[in-house]
């Protein structure tokens, strides 16, 4: 009966935690209240109330990732905020610069992680094993992607533990760099607190809704708190742990033989946008982890509202030349056709009421009757995320064609081009049949292979060859990661893992200077001074 009645508030609890303006974010939730732990119950309502917090920082990371990247400009509709952020002259008072919001999640993180242990000390047999590992463990995984996004947007972090700092007293936290923040999430993903890591996995709709047939359940809750395997491949990525990440990868991609996370067939061309706006648990072969919104409880987030120029959408954003024109550059499968297909025009972006817009999201929610709900939900992990960290690692391994067959063609082709040669990690016997499911991540939308230009794998006679092909398909993945996961909030952050692994910040400031055209050059030189990379907005 108790967790019919939990279902009730947690539900209740998500419905409140929206509102107009996401960054007039505070901490009045039971989350703060010194005991707001009292009742098994509340354990399960406290830790959706963290998870609530995702939705007020969800479409602001998309936002500020890709207005940084060359994939977004403000419209002439844009607020000055953004057009200050799009300039780089993002100051205190900026609502979109503003990482309260980020902030608020992790005192609430803290302050839930050290009353859920307290709770359970006192009351040892209160609460199952295996709900109170889950509750912990899901709430550290909050909390590591929170401060993770935090480090990528911002460059630096006020890092705390500390279970009774509040929001207000975020200013007096000495900062702490991106590259000192991933150990220390490291850690909290693999050692955790309290004997009970990142890594614990649960199945939330049994948990929540006990007794009741799947088909029944209400899936999306097992879709919510960011996966642990993803999560810690990426930051293993960034550690440079290149092993873990292939091992991990592939572990996760075969699933034990299911046919998700295999980028096949199943989702094949056209089919492949329409993961962003159907129904989530009917496109659970490619998503991992979203951010749920629901227009009849008052969840919404501003993606279709910034994006769209059909009313009442605002159109603050647009989609920029530069990047369009990448997926016109494309070779089709045909090795002849210009144009990406089914991520290029009409799918990603299209021209709309005579103005280009960012279509990736509102493409199924255009009618009338759809278009003013906003309640899209928010991507954090699907298959391509867990594929790209494969392939990264695989190219750092110095394994070239088993990184561009996952990129390119599939697990399927390199199986026949190489029937008795299959190399690690696509060498395990007990994996093989399973794996041919994947068909790369361009066969899947009718795009032709692509490789590093002007260097051959034909001709790597030296260690420096090789060196000097690794980081050529390093910009490739970089340029492929911009067409697959546009407004993902994924690509800007994979342009600087690879620009500070070669420590070549023209690798960023190349590509992002050019959507700025008159203004290139300026842009450029800005660029190349890393800490410009990053959002700046003072704690104090």
């Not at 959706?48 to 007020?56: D, R, Y």
């Not at 993606?303 to 120029?309: A, Q, R, T, Y």
């Not at 647009?318 to 991520?343: C, F, N, S, W």
Request: aromatic content about 12%; overall charge neutral.
């Amino acid at each position: 009966m108790k967790r019919y009645i939990v279902h009730f508030l947690l539900l209740g609890s998500i419905g409140l935690a929206s509102c107009s303006k996401y960054f007039d974010v505070n901490t009045r939730d039971m989350l703060l209240d010194d005991d707001y732990v009292k009742e098994t119950n509340e354990l399960y309502s406290g830790y959706i109330g963290v998870a609530s917090k995702m939705q007020a920082i969800a479409d602001q990371t998309i936002f500020l990732s890709d207005l940084r990247s060359d994939l977004l400009e403000p419209t002439q509709n844009a607020p000055q905020e953004l057009w200050d952020i799009y300039n780089f002259k993002e100051a205190k008072g900026n609502e979109f610069a503003n990482p309260s919001g980020y902030y608020d999640l992790i005192v609430n993180a803290n302050n839930y992680i050290s009353k859920v242990v307290a709770y359970k000390k006192a009351n040892p047999k209160a609460i199952e094993e295996s709900d109170y590992r889950a509750l912990l463990s899901g709430t550290i995984r909050f909390k590591v992607w929170t401060y993770f996004t935090l480090g990528k947007l911002y460059g630096k972090v006020a890092y705390f533990d500390n279970p009774n700092l509040k929001l207000s007293d975020i200013n007096t936290i000495p900062t702490v760099t991106l590259d000192e923040l991933i150990p220390k999430l490291l850690q909290l993903m693999e050692v955790g607190v309290e004997g009970v890591n990142g890594l614990y996995e649960a199945n939330w709709a049994n948990i929540l809704f006990p007794g009741i047939p799947t088909n029944q359940q209400d899936l999306v809750w097992n879709m919510i708190c960011p996966s642990p395997l993803p999560l810690l491949m990426e930051l293993q990525l960034w550690a440079k742990q290149y092993d873990k990440v292939v091992t991990n990868g592939m572990n996760f991609i075969y699933d034990n033989g299911s046919a998700r996370y295999k980028i096949s067939s199943d989702d094949y061309n056209a089919e492949w946008v329409q993961v962003f706006t159907r129904d989530p648990i009917t496109r659970t072969r490619v998503l991992i982890n979203i951010v749920p919104y629901d227009y009849e409880r008052n969840q919404t987030n501003r993606l279709i509202k910034f994006f769209s120029n059909t009313a009442p959408s605002v159109y603050y954003l647009r989609p920029t030349e530069v990047a369009m024109d990448r997926y016109k550059r494309q070779v089709r499968a045909d090795g002849l056709t210009l144009g990406d297909l089914y991520r290029g025009e009409n799918y990603t972006y299209v021209l709309q009421n005579g103005d280009w817009v960012f279509r990736k999201y509102s493409r199924d929610r255009e009618a009338v009757s759809e278009i003013y709900k906003n309640n899209v939900h928010v991507t954090l992990y699907r298959d391509a995320d867990v594929h790209f960290f494969v392939i990264e690692a695989l190219n750092n391994l110095g394994k070239f064609k088993e990184a561009e067959a996952l990129l390119n063609d599939g697990i399927s082709t390199y199986q026949d081009l190489n029937p008795n040669n299959l190399q690690y990690p696509f060498s395990e016997a007990v994996q093989a049949a399973s794996l041919r499911r994947n068909w790369g991540i361009r066969r899947r939308v009718a795009m032709s292979n692509v490789f590093p230009k002007d260097i051959s794998k034909a001709d790597l006679k030296t260690q420096q060859d090789s060196t000097n092909y690794k980081k050529a398909l390093d910009k490739v993945i970089v340029e492929e990661t911009l067409l697959e996961s546009a407004g993902e909030a994924k690509a800007y952050f994979a342009m600087m893992r690879i620009a500070k692994r070669w420590s070549d910040n023209s690798i960023v400031a190349d590509i992002v200077s050019k959507k700025y055209g008159a203004r290139e050059q300026e842009i450029k030189n800005r660029l190349m001074n890393a800490d410009n990379w990053y959002i700046a907005y003072p704690l104090d």
